[in-house]
């Protein structure tokens, strides 16, 4: 038992790896060994932990063992030890004097008896040391847990860090390893470098990484000497695995181009750019050349200089211009008023201003282009689209005096004589032409005033013109007049539709205009002697009907209008109404349709040549029939047999339906069939783009499919016909492998049994020798099962039925019957036989 005891004490007490003088490592804390300290208490707490002492030793406080602590000062006492709990350590620090004190952890080993565990041990002990060293004194070979300040009867009155350190290692070059998983064919673990950091050659440390082919790239390099941080690759920042929410600080005591931020381009021509905050408080942005002069400057107030050191306004541009140009080319400036002066995104007339060239203008905006200056080439060197407003100065009179070249002089005035007049002045004849601006009359300078006459010695009227005409011209020419009633009689400046009439030509119409252009009159030249936008309106006289008649070069020809107070149509002089439509039903009736296309929303049969005669159409069109469906109605309701054929070599479609209305028919035919012929230029007598639906049989003469060939699919075709039978046949097919045994059960879908019965079966094994292959439980509940007198075999199975399905039971196949009595026509067949003689051409005996 005491054998036991010791190996037991052995094995737990010695946790200390002996590496003396050791210099791969530097001492210190390796993990964990925490100190606490309540305030006012004399006791401190050591956390379980491992620590690396000078010599290289491992110190392991674990929980469990124990540890050695010195004697208090005084008491002549041996080193004794102290239990390692859970919790850790707890070190009493009663007997010391007030003062620093240093606390350290180290190797011991003492001999003598111990409690370890709680049973009473005697031998050789090596275990850690702790320590309470006066600050003063050295502590050699220790490794430093914490710096204590103790007061009166040892309590603690503070903790600090000291120089507590982590253990590390010493080395030229750190390598840094990765795992390794091979998941190939021999699958194994290993490690592979994944960088490796190491000192440089002059001084410095270098960070190189190793890529997936085992080559090594250098990533990181700091200069020892000038301490410069360099990024072969560059650096990249995004809103992904790098945070920079807290932005990037370039920090300098210094101010010029090489203190901020700089970037640089090694290519021959290229130059540097830089930004630094200067010691001017501003924001430079220079261009390293020879001078380095900044190119833009923001100075403490905000304002920005660009070409000059010193900005004098918010925006201070220095040189001999400021360009501005592209589609978006121009000088914006906003109003200086509170109200507006802020910019606006979006502004209206007045809140922002836009200097911008165009179309050789200079042009003033603001809501819309105020004012442009062009050169004076085209007579517009100052364009102003709406007023200008002249005010009077130190001169007499406020206007535009305009100079002919020629003169030399100024030659004429348009502006005001005094405050209530506004005329014409010549610098000769003075004041020709004056109005007052209160009452509008007009004084000429012959004193002619009130009403105007030309060409008369009485004016009737404010304006008076005797003559032949009264002429008007020009890009504004005509003649306006407003209506005779109260409410708009008076001149409207900008009149709506009805306001104000005016007659003006344009484009060789005779034009009458209100809001927009009423009517045009022509010469007839292109057809157009009258033209009305809109609609007109023919109204009946004193004759039977309302409308237009047309003629040709002499006699009235045709004429359109109303028949009577209902219906609307065709009138010609030979042919009464040909063509009339009902106003209140939308039917149209007709006298006869000739070749030619008819095109119409509803073609009613009843007023379309209705004939009762058995055995005829009820109408033929000799032409093309295209019938759109209107909405809510049949594109084309047939009552009857539809016989419908197309010239022969007509390249156009017989019949064409088009239901503008989803969910009703585009064509529905009720008591007849419908025969469709094949033409010698088709290869089909019906051509569907879609699946065609029967609810019925499809009776055919023979069922095809055909493709496009697969070896050939540009220029050929490839037919098959289907497999036919005079019952209604069904057929499942497929393959399946019998097991060990030889036995195989095949599944076929639900609806099997219940849309098929009478079942037959085939099978065909596939072997390379004689194998029998036997149905041992016929097909029930969705399966059957087959057998093979070999294991393991593959077997072509093949499952035919009769359809039972409630409309089968009910439409039963007959398989040979008479032909009906319509049918039984000498000379025509649905297939003549080899041996029949037949003639040139077959007859057509059906429709009329």
């Not at 030890?81 to 620090?93: F, Q, S, Y």
């Not at 009485?458 to 005797?466: D, W």
């Not at 119409?509 to 045009?520: E, V, Y």
């Not at 006298?591 to 009762?612: C, F």
Request: aromatic content about 6%; overall charge negative; proline content about 4%.
């Amino acid at each position: 038992m005491e054998a036991q005891n010791c190996a037991d004490v052995e094995n737990y007490l010695i946790p200390v790896g002996m590496a003396a003088n050791s210099a791969l490592h530097i001492s210190g804390v390796a993990d964990g060994l925490r100190v606490s300290a309540a305030r006012d208490a004399a006791e401190v707490k050591i956390s379980l932990g491992t620590a690396l002492d000078s010599e290289g030793r491992v110190v392991v406080v674990a929980e469990g063992g124990v540890v050695v602590t010195d004697a208090p000062s005084g008491t002549g006492e041996e080193p004794h030890t102290l239990p390692v709990r859970a919790e850790g350590v707890a070190l009493p620090t009663t007997g010391h004097e007030p003062g620093d004190y240093r606390l350290t952890v180290s190797w011991r080993e003492i001999e003598g008896s111990f409690e370890v565990m709680g049973t009473q041990q005697s031998g050789l002990l090596q275990a850690p040391w702790l320590r309470l060293v006066p600050a003063a004194e050295s502590t050699g070979q220790q490794v430093l847990l914490a710096q204590l300040t103790l007061g009166t009867g040892g309590v603690v009155k503070g903790v600090g860090v000291g120089s507590r350190r982590a253990a590390g290692v010493t080395a030229e070059s750190l390598e840094l390893r990765r795992p390794l998983l091979d998941s190939g064919a021999v699958p194994s673990v290993g490690q592979v470098t994944a960088a490796g950091l190491a000192a440089g050659p002059g001084g410095g440390v270098e960070l190189n990484v190793v890529s997936a082919d085992g080559s090594g790239q250098l990533a990181l390099a700091v200069d020892g000497a000038s301490r410069k941080v360099r990024i072969p690759a560059g650096v990249e920042v995004d809103s992904g695995p790098v945070d920079c929410s807290g932005g990037i600080r370039v920090s300098s005591t210094a101010s010029g181009f090489d203190t901020g931020l700089q970037l640089r381009n090694t290519a021959s021509g290229s130059r540097t750019y830089g930004m630094y905050a200067g010691a001017d408080g501003g924001w430079h942005l220079s261009d390293k050349d020879a001078a380095s002069r900044d190119r833009l400057l923001v100075d403490q107030a905000g304002n920005v200089a660009i070409g000059s050191a010193q900005p004098k306004r918010s925006l201070h541009v220095e040189g001999t211009e400021v360009h501005s140009g592209g589609s978006a080319g121009g000088f914006s400036f906003a109003d200086r008023t509170a109200a507006s002066g802020a910019f606006v995104e979006n502004p209206t007339a007045g809140q922002r201003w836009r200097w911008y060239a165009q179309g050789g203008h200079a042009r003033l905006w603001s809501g819309t282009d105020q004012i442009a200056i062009g050169t004076g080439t085209d007579g517009d060197a100052l364009d102003v689209p709406r007023r200008m407003r002249v005010r009077q100065g130190s001169d007499s009179s406020a206007g535009i005096w305009f100079r002919q070249q020629s003169s030399g002089t100024d030659n004429g005035l348009v502006g005001m004589q005094d405050t209530g007049h506004i005329g014409l002045y010549g610098p000769t004849a003075g004041w020709g032409l004056v109005m007052d601006t209160a009452s509008g009359k007009v004084r000429l300078s012959a004193g002619l005033e009130g009403n105007v006459a030309i060409g008369s010695a009485q004016p009737k009227r404010s304006l008076h013109v005797e003559g032949t005409e009264v002429h008007s011209g020009g890009s504004a020419g005509g003649f306006s007049f407003a209506d005779r009633t109260a409410a708009s009689g008076a001149f409207v400046e900008d009149p709506t539709a009805g306001q104000r009439w005016r007659w003006y030509a344009q484009g060789g119409h005779a034009r009458l205009w209100s809001g927009t252009d009423q009517i045009a009159i022509g010469t007839g030249n292109d057809g157009d002697a009258l033209d009305v936008p809109r609609r007109m309106r023919v109204r009946q006289g004193s004759d039977l009907s309302a409308g237009i008649w047309f003629r040709q070069n002499s006699g009235n020809n045709g004429f359109v209008g109303m028949e009577d107070n209902t219906h609307v149509g065709f009138w010609g002089s030979g042919a009464n109404w040909g063509l009339s439509m009902d106003t209140t039903n939308g039917k149209v009736r007709t006298n006869s349709l000739e070749t030619g296309p008819l095109n119409a929303w509803r073609v009613d049969t009843g007023y379309v040549n209705t004939v009762t005669s058995p055995g005829y159409l009820a109408e033929s069109v000799g032409g093309e029939l295209s019938v759109q469906g209107h909405v809510g109605y049949y594109a084309l309701s047939v009552l009857g047999p539809a016989g419908m054929k197309n010239h022969a070599g007509s390249a156009y479609t017989v019949l064409n339906l088009t239901q503008q209305t989803p969910g009703y028919l585009a064509l529905d035919v009720n008591g007849g069939a419908i025969v469709v012929r094949r033409s010698a230029e088709s290869s089909y007598s019906i051509w569907a783009a879609q699946a065609v639906y029967s609810n019925q049989a499809l009776v055919s003469r023979d069922h095809i499919v055909t493709v496009d060939h697969p070896l050939d699919p540009a220029n050929k075709t490839l037919s098959h016909s289907a497999v036919q039978a005079p019952d209604m046949t069904t057929q499942y097919d497929g393959t399946v492998v019998t097991d060990e045994r030889g036995e195989a059960t095949v599944y076929l879908p639900a609806y099997v049994e219940a849309f098929s019965h009478d079942f037959r079966y085939q099978l065909t094994p596939i072997a390379d020798r004689p194998v029998v292959a036997t149905v041992v439980r016929e097909l029930g509940e969705g399966s059957f099962t087959l057998r093979t007198d070999a294991p393991a075999t593959k077997v072509c199975w093949q499952v035919s039925g009769k359809r039972h399905d409630a409309w089968a039971r009910e439409n039963r196949l007959v398989a040979e019957a008479d032909k009906p009595g319509e049918e039984q026509k000498t000379g025509e067949f649905a297939m003549p036989p080899a041996t029949t003689p037949m003639p040139a051409t077959t007859p057509d005996t059906r429709g009329r």
